[in-house]
T-cell receptor, first 113, second 114 residues
Framework: GENVEQHPSTLSVQEGDSAVIKCTYS??????FPWYKQELGKGPQLIID?????GEKKDQRIAVTLNKTAKHFSLHITETQPEDSAVYFC????????????FGSGTKLNVKP | IAGITQAPTSQILAAGRRMTLRCTQD?????MYWYRQDLGLGLRLIHY???????GKGEVPDGYSVSRANTDDFPLTLASAVPSQTSVYFC?????????????FGPGTRLTVT
């Protein structure tokens, strides 16, 4: 099955700085890559996603880039704010079974005021 | 709209006991999922259901069973709990068609098996 690796496991940035979280995947058939944010004591919530036919997608301060050749994708958060502090998960799913999501191990982002 | 509800919020369970974690959604989503979340391992899929009446195995199905008698409910059963099943369990749902794959997660059930 798919193997998704996520780095770093923890990330600490100063408010206003940018944060980058990287994920790699193993299954070349994967073609949908969502990012989820999990706040303390809550379930994960989708913040952005990208399909394999697109190389980059932006939504205000958040962007995701995808390199299918290298099998890696990244989450970029600009102008970080304290409310961005949370655990972020990447995931990948193969196009032949969109029910099977494989998640990375998570990145705990701490934005210092 | 409640979204997804899970019960109980937390539970301490003796090894060997049977336990059913409940999950209900009011969004009329076709697909539902059960994940377990362990520190350093992220979310791992236990079982899923594409639609009422069908279920499938995920990444870590052993020791768990599910049923999907109707669209709204997707209970997860541990027939005979073991300490390695100590985890936080999340139920999720998605539309599952029309190109929309966003998963909506419940608040989780924290289970401790002693």
């Amino acid at each position: 099955g798919e193997n998704v690796e996520q780095h770093p496991s923890t990330l600490s940035v100063q408010e206003g700085d940018s944060a980058v979280i990287k994920c790699t995947y193993s299954d070349s058939a994967s073609n949908y890559f969502p990012w989820y944010k999990q706040e303390l004591g809550k379930g994960p919530q989708l913040i952005i996603d990208i399909r394999s036919n697109v190389g980059e997608k932006k939504d205000q301060r958040i962007a995701v880039t995808l390199n299918k050749t290298a099998k890696h994708f990244s989450l970029h958060i600009t102008e970080t704010q304290p409310e961005d502090s949370a655990v972020y998960f990447c995931a990948a799913t193969p196009g032949y079974n969109f029910n099977k999501f494989y998640f990375g191990s998570g990145t705990k982002l701490n934005v210092k005021p | 709209i409640a979204g997804i509800t899970q019960a109980p919020t937390s539970q301490i369970l003796a090894a060997g006991r049977r336990m059913t974690l409940r999950c209900t959604q009011d969004m009329r989503h076709n697909a539902m999922y059960w994940y377990r979340q362990d520190l350093g391992l992220g979310l791992r899929l236990i079982h899923y259901s594409n639609t009422a009446g069908t279920t499938g195995k995920g990444e870590v199905p052993d020791g768990y069973s599910v049923s999907r008698a109707n669209t709204d409910d997707f209970p997860l059963t541990l027939a005979s709990a073991v300490p390695s099943q100590t985890s936080v369990y999340f139920c999720a749902s998605s539309v599952g068609r029309g190109g929309s794959y966003e998963q909506y997660f419940g608040p989780g059930t924290r289970l401790t098996v002693t």
